[in-house]
């Protein structure tokens, strides 16, 4: 299905669009983070909510999409479904874009003035992606199983 040189652009691609997915995901909830010690409504609230906001639509989701596609066409091209290394890999990216939508939805509420959570919730919750790209790359890197 690729050749040798267009599977290589693919992964190339594939790995740059994982990249800025998970720069997104790591800086997002710390933008939150700063977002919880302003008032709503002030100069500096308004700032975060434009740095959030752009940072989802002109980065995080346009390389997630990428990422996923560009995934399957090389999962699909090398046959790599029935890998068992790969089926947990899917599990974690399928984590990853859940936990991509909740932040979306964490946005939503700043966006709106009606955010409840905590500074210690958005340090929290920051863990989350970084395990799991921690998962991700030791089952691409090593295929423990």
Known sequence: MLSGDAYLWVKAVHLIAVMSWMAGMLYLPRLFVYHCTVSPRSQASETFKIMERRLIKA???PAMVLAW????????ASG???EHWFQVKLLAVVSMTIAHIFLMRCKDDFADDKNRRSQKFFRVINEGP????????????VKPF
């Open 130 to 141: 970084t395990l799991l790209m921690i998962l991700v790359v030791i089952l691409v890197i």
């Open 59 to 61: 980065i995080m989701t």
């Open 69 to 76: 596609v560009l995934g399957l066409v090389m999962a699909v």
């Open 80 to 82: 790599l479904f029935t």
